[in-house]
């Protein structure tokens, strides 16, 4: 059987997806190979960039193939179009002719035979920062359970990998470098906590945690403080697809 024809071959390349690189490069290349791997001619990743709450809204940061210019620009919400469906109720879809749907009236390009289209929740820590849409099936038919069950897997990896990037990030700080040296310090297989990012996230959080309660913090204050970086967090990743915005008004 071809590669392109069995999924258990196909997560194979589910390992590039932790590929070490800035957020851009990473999302373009991810959105390349999700399009590989499922068998699509277009796929778009989007990541929540504004709003709080119920007003959170979303926009597209990376993209492979075909995509109309005012999708580029579009800021889509809680419940608006797919994508938006998806971010409300966090479970993914499968719509195997749009034409035929509930969606029927958002499709872009009626005379397109290729009207199947799936999306799926990108989450972080079990939180929602975005959608990860393919369409454009390259074989004959529609796209499958099969082919959802493993948008839901890269999905999963996407999250991953923007917390890798972030993690990289962090890591330059010194001071979660002093915190890591003093976590690791005499101890065997110390290369390896490097290794891990969620074995770093533990340790720093350790580490933050003791030195705001040496400094004499509350305990309430501590959990502010890391209530304010959950939402340092979502500030980023607004930041990041405002940014990719503006870079894709200016071509």
């Known amino acids: 059987m071809e590669k392109s024809e069995n999924p258990l071959i196909k997560l194979q390349d589910l390992s590039h ?6 957020l851009d490069d990473n999302m373009t290349q991810q959105a390349a190979m999700t399009a590989k791997i499922v068998g699509a001619q277009n796929c ?15 926009s597209i940061c990376a993209n492979h193939g075909l995509l109309p210019r005012a999708a580029l620009k579009e800021s889509i919400g809680r419940g608006e179009g797919i994508a938006g469906q998806v971010l409300v109720t966090g479970r993914s879809l499968l719509i195997e002719d749009i034409g035929k749907s509930a969606f029927s009236r958002m499709a872009r390009r009626v005379d ?3 009207k199947s289209l799936m999306s799926s929740p990108i989450r972080i820590e079990g939180k929602i920062v975005g959608v990860i849409n393919v369409s ?3 074989r004959k038919g529609t796209f499958s359970d099969v082919d959802l069950h493993m948008l839901d897997v890269i999905a999963l990896f996407i999250g991953k990998s923007i917390q890798v990037v972030q993690l990289q990030n962090i890591l330059n700080s ?10 690791v310090k005499g101890k065997l297989g110390s290369v390896a906590v490097y290794q891990n990012p969620d074995q ?3 340790i720093l ?21 890391a209530s304010e970086i959950i939402d340092q967090l ?13 870079e894709d008004t200016k071509k």
């Open 234 to 246: 979502c500030v980023n990743l607004q930041r990041h697809s405002k940014r990719v915005a503006r």
């Open 136 to 138: 454009g099936l390259e």
């Open 200 to 202: 770093v996230v533990k």
């Open 174 to 183: 010194r001071f979660a470098q002093l915190a890591l040296m003093q976590e």
């Open 205 to 225: 959080a350790k580490s933050f945690f003791k030195e705001m309660s040496k400094a004499g913090f509350s305990s309430d204050q501590i959990v502010r403080a």
């Open 17 to 22: 997806f932790l590929a070490s690189g800035n």
């Open 44 to 58: 778009s990743i989007m990541l929540i960039n504004d709003g709080e709450g119920e007003g959170l809204r979303m």
């Open 112 to 114: 397109d035979p290729n």
